[in-house]
């Protein structure tokens, strides 16, 4: 079964960074695209960022284009949400998800997903 | 304000079929496939309906999808308490260039 389990969450002050990860198992994780989507407490989901299976192809949401970075590490099977300026709007727990699909971007889903990280942006 | 848009909250007794709204434009639902996403209290989300009717496995036979022109349509027949939960739809947008997804429905079984 396959499993995505995210870290790297916590408390950070506005303005600051963080980088949350997200460790992949149980599938071929270099022929796959992923996602992270995140949930503001109380709120809906919200696309951030996905990512192509080579890592050549990124997109982001205008929330956090030119603050936030997708990037993974093939050999380690492992995908980052690089958060730099955070604001208090992006507190919010954090998904990471596989992509299932095909015709990158348009035709992909979200097929799993992890339990979530979440980040505090407060001072 | 979400760029798809659900109904807040829908509801039904057991047994019962109930059918929940998503509703997108050209740019989203119109021209790219819709999947659905079943959210149980205090868990991540679960694919429920991908490629606007194809089911995963796993998951029953009471949940179906279908899409026309710019709306989609996620549909529960014999409704469980189980089945009490958030249900959100999504789609790519090609103008906003990413996915988009509706508000969420919450679900209660009466």
């Known amino acids: 079964e396959v499993q995505l389990v995210e870290s790297g969450g916590g408390l950070v002050q506005p303005g600051g960074s963080l980088r949350l990860s997200c460790a992949a198992s149980e599938f071929t994780f270099s022929s796959y695209a992923m996602s992270w989507v995140r949930q503001a407490p109380g709120k809906g989901l919200e696309w951030v960022s996905s990512i192509s299976a080579s890592g050549r192809s990124t997109y982001y949401a205008d929330s956090v284009k030119g603050r936030f970075t997708i990037s993974r590490d093939n050999s380690k099977n492992t995908l980052y949400l690089q958060m730099n300026s955070l604001r208090g709007e992006d507190t919010a727990v954090y998904y990471c998800?596989?992509?299932?699909?095909?015709?990158?971007?348009?035709?992909?889903?979200?097929?799993?997903w992890g339990q979530g990280t979440l980040v505090t942006v407060s001072s | 304000q979400s760029v798809l848009t659900q109904p807040p909250s829908a509801s039904g007794t057991p047994g019962q079929r109930v059918t929940i709204s998503c509703s997108g434009s050209?740019?989203?639902?119109?021209?790219?496939?819709v999947s659905w996403y079943q959210q149980l209290p205090g868990t991540a989300p679960k694919l429920l309906i991908y490629s606007n009717n194809q089911r995963p496995s796993g998951v029953p036979e009471r949940f179906s999808g279908s899409k026309s022109g710019t709306s989609a349509s996620l549909a529960i027949s014999g409704l469980q308490s189980e089945d009490e939960a958030d249900y959100y739809c999504?789609?790519?947008?090609?103008?906003?260039?990413?996915?988009?997804f509706g508000g969420g429905t919450k679900l209660t079984v009466l």
């Open positions: 998800a596989k992509l299932g699909g095909s015709g990158w971007p348009r035709g992909y889903y979200f097929d799993y």
């Open positions: 999504a789609a790519w947008d090609d103008s906003l260039n990413g996915v988009v």
């Open positions: 050209s740019s989203n639902i119109g021209s790219n496939t």
